[in-house]
């Protein structure tokens, strides 16, 4: 891998230091101070600046503690503080090492001698105070201070993290890469260890992307580079370290300090070390590791019979313990989801189903995302302006907008309405929330208002893959009692936040909530909203895989829904009734729906936009017609992979999206769906239903049968655990084992492993191959083939130029390169090439 002679992300700061010599240059000298945690980039950036000073006449000084401490100065130094455009520059610089060049300075120049500019590094673990705000920079000989600044190095942005890393590898890296990369919170010399640790253990293919063999462990350099930081901190410091790795990767000072049976007053000076040191810093909800990977890192230098005591002892104080996740990916994943947490300003608009209560519906990318229209209903609505709010989707709605925006903006329309007017006539669709006069809202402040604006904030949050949010202010408008004359605007959102109580896999809740509704509500609008009742019992029954039930709750919807002229309502039943169908596998009868989903009356159609567009893909999928539905994937339906309230309430959405990608041979779909659900799987860690549809997911994506054993073990949704199953079966049957338990996966000869997002193929499996007899360690116990492998790699080939050679796939070169290391008790390929290179000179020559 080649060395990093770039600096990526770091413009803002370049551009900053040359104005730093373009002030020296004209008699303007600084004291420039650049900081950040260790690994950040500050020797990196020195080296740059220094290297454009010279450029530009400047003589350049580096100097080193030796220099600074000496009784007196050095012959060299009195000469460069004499020369014309002198340029001083001191690496890992203390607040002693910055006093004593300040003295140096002011006592060693000479009288005639020009102010000299100086560029310091500060050190990330140096102690005492931060060095932009030292004091006593004022020369008594010049006519004014000179200026001292400080110049903080931020973590790489993602774009940089990218560019990093491609150029490292030398090709474009792969979105499941880059989220491993993301564990080291960009950190660039974090970034490049993990990279070279990956790249010489074979984790890493000629593609770019990650080749996941042994995702629960990080690579041993990283190991190791880890270890020599806990050997040089202090005991205290590293027990610290070890407990709250255990805690979580936030945790409260209380808890480290109830662990250790000691004081806070007591642990401050290792956490001051260890925040010094930039491997936790203070964060507003706890103190948390810096990086995600240094997190696990500590985790994973734990001795296995400590780490057990030490979770026997929290269990015992009952603290509960938050370990790193074991997939790297996912535990980059979770990083990142939380520089990206959903906040009001978050995603894309749209929500949930065809009746405006959470069903399948908008929101597009993973959790999070920019500002604009989402941010500012939220914002308004979170200050209680709700007829404000009504009036910006209005006008939103006059403007081109995407068919899913377009219905999620007339959703939360309708959730205005319906509470914050007590009307139900929008549930007929005969008038358009969105055209003719402004409905009267209540008066802003009123306890109607807020009740509106909670079931309004509650979808858009729903929206933005918020689940905690979204749930807080559904049940916020939920949890009032109903009188008869506001049963209409109370009851509406005790149905949305039902819904989504069944999402989340909270049903017995969802089923209380229902109850009360259907015992506080009047029969006159039971009417109306017994339907509604009906089919959010009818979600539960589908999420237990009561077909049945679900079916015969439906169809009574249907039936009280029509004759009303409730047209959202028929439109929910008629989309549940499609996927009972569907899932019954009666094409015929799911099709009958899909049509009366199609003739809907005109204010209705784009509120079902998202439940007829889901329903048609798995209708042309089930009548195998795959390349037909991608091509809709490819046109207006573009969106729906990413949709984020499609996964919470279709669990099994993104492993089916996967599957299509598979078998219509475009990954595009699959990527797009499982990037989507493991971000919202990482920011809402309490949703298990998400967390199995992200592993379930990633199983798939990656032909990994244990993740598909698990995901079909732990999915909420019967659905998902049966589809979970399936694949896992068909794995299995693909590599010749379908006569085998799933638990004996992991035992097996061969493989398949992701070739490409769209293809798997299988390879022999050197990690998993159970010998005949143990063979002798060594030379001897390689086959022909593993020598073959070893000659070529010694010969400096690549694993794709070997590949080429041998007539295998670069995959199987590195499974092959494995096992190889594993019977040399090698790591690399420099290993590797020493001990070919021993043989050679033993065999005898001709």
């Known amino acids: 891998m080649a060395a990093v002679t770039t600096l990526y992300g770091r413009e803002k700061e370049q551009r900053r230091l040359l104005q730093f010599l373009d002030r020296a240059a004209h008699g303007r000298p600084e004291l420039v101070v650049v900081g950040g945690q260790t690994g950040i980039g500050k020797s990196r950036l020195l080296l740059d ?86 004091p006593v920079w004022e020369d008594p000989r010049a006519e004014q201070a000179v200026p001292h600044t400080g110049l903080e190095l931020e973590p790489l942005g993602e774009q940089a993290v990218r560019e990093l890393v491609g150029g490292q590898l030398g090709v474009a890296p792969q979105p499941a890469l880059l989220d491993v990369m993301a564990c080291a919170n960009g950190n660039p010399r974090l970034i490049v260890e993990f990279l070279e640790g990956l790249r010489e253990e074979g984790r890493i293919g000629p593609d770019g992307d990650l080749v996941r063999l042994t995702p629960g462990r990080l690579p041993e350099r990283v190991r190791a580079a880890v270890g020599g930081l806990l050997r040089d901190m202090s005991p205290e410091s590293v027990q610290l370290l070890r407990v709250g790795t255990l805690l979580g990767r936030t945790f409260q000072l209380s808890q480290a300090v109830a662990m250790l049976n000691t004081s806070t007053a007591a642990l401050l000076p290792a956490l001051e070390e260890t925040l010094a040191m930039g491997v936790l810093r203070l964060a507003d909800d706890g103190i948390t590791f810096e990086h995600p990977l240094l997190w696990r890192a500590v985790y994973e230098a734990i001795p296995a019979g400590l780490r057990g005591a030490l979770l026997e002892e929290a269990r015992v104080l009952a603290l509960r313990s938050a370990l790193p996740p074991q997939d790297l990916a996912v535990l980059g994943r979770g990083g990142a989801a939380r520089r990206e947490r959903p906040g009001p300003a978050g995603g894309g608009p749209a929500s949930g189903g065809p009746a405006g209560t959470g069903g399948p519906g908008g929101g597009a990318g993973g959790p999070g995302g920019g500002a604009g229209l989402p941010g500012a209903l939220d914002t308004l609505l979170a200050s209680g302006y709700v007829a404000s709010a009504l009036v910006l989707a209005r006008n939103a709605l006059d403007r081109p907008l995407p068919d899913h925006e377009a219905a999620a903006l007339r959703r939360v329309l309708l959730d205005l309405v319906m509470v914050g007017v007590g009307r139900s006539d929008p549930l007929r669709g005969d008038t358009d929330p969105a055209a003719g006069p402004a409905p009267d809202l209540v008066e802003d402040g009123t306890q109607e208002a807020q009740r509106a604006a909670a079931t309004a904030l509650a979808r858009i949050r729903w929206t933005q893959g918020d689940a905690a949010g979204a749930l807080r202010s559904g049940a916020e408008a939920a949890e009032q ?240 655990a049966a589809t979970a199953a399936e694949d896992l079966r068909a794995l299995l049957d693909a590599r010749g084992r379908a006569d085998e338990p799933a638990d004996a996966a992991a035992a097996g000869r061969s493989w398949l492993i992701r070739e490409h997002p769209g293809r798997c193929v299988l390879v022999t499996s050197p990690s998993m191959v159970v010998p005949a007899a143990d063979p002798a360690p060594g030379w001897e116990s390689l086959g022909e083939t593993e020598r073959t492998i070893a000659r070529r790699v010694a010969d400096g080939l690549t694993n794709r130029q070997v590949s080429r050679e041998v007539q295998l796939s670069p995959h199987t070169v590195n499974y092959y390169l494995r096992r190889i290391y594993g019977k040399l008790g090698i790591r690399s390929r420099v290993e590797l090439t020493r001990l070919v290179l021993a043989e050679s000179e033993q065999e005898p020559r001709p």
Not at 571 to 597: F, I, K, M, N, P
Not at 600 to 607: S, V
């Open 49 to 134: 600046t220094a290297g454009h000073a010279r450029r530009r006449g400047f003589t350049v000084h580096a100097l080193g503690d030796a220099d600074l401490h000496a009784p007196a100065p050095s012959r060299a130094l009195r000469a460069a503080l004499g020369a014309e455009r002198p340029l001083f520059v001191i690496d890992d610089a203390g607040a002693k090492s910055a006093e004593a060049l300040l003295s140096l300075v002011w006592e060693g120049r000479p009288a005639s001698a020009r102010p000299v500019p100086l560029l310091l590094a500060r050190s990330a673990n140096a102690a005492g105070p931060d060095l932009a705000a030292f």
């Open 481 to 720: 009692t109903l009188t008869p004359d506001t049963a209409a605007s109370r009851a509406y959102p005790r149905i949305a936040h039902a819904r989504r109580l069944i999402a989340v896999g909270e049903v017995p809740a969802a089923r209380a909530l229902v109850g009360r509704l259907l015992r506080e509500t009047s029969e006159r609008d039971l009417a109306t909203f017994r339907p509604a009742a009906d089919l959010a019992l009818a979600e539960a029954h589908l999420r237990a895989g009561e077909l049945d039930e679900a079916d015969a709750a439906a169809r009574a919807a249907l039936a009280a829904a029509d004759p009303q002229g409730l047209h959202t309502l028929a439109a929910w039943a008629s989309a549940t009734l499609g996927r009972v169908a569907l899932r019954r596998a009666d094409t015929a009868r799911a099709a009958e729906h899909l049509e009366r989903l199609r003739g809907l009356p005109p204010h209705i159609t784009p509120l079902a936009a998202v439940p007829v567009a889901w329903l048609r893909l798995l209708l042309l999928a089930a009548e195998d017609e795959p390349r037909a539905a991608l091509e809709l994937l490819r046109g207006a339906d573009r969106a729906l992979p990413s949709l984020r309230t499609l996964h919470f309430s279709e669990p099994g959405a993104a492993a089916w999206f996967v599957r299509l990608s598979r078998t219509a041979g475009d990954p595009a779909p699959g990527r797009q769906a499982l990037r989507t659900v493991e971000h919202l799987a990482a920011a809402n860690p309490g949703v298990a239903g998400l967390q199995a549809a992200a592993l379930h997911a990633r199983g798939l994506f990656e032909c990994d049968p244990e993740s598909l054993r698990r995901a079909a073990a732990e999915h909420t949704d019967a659905w998902g």
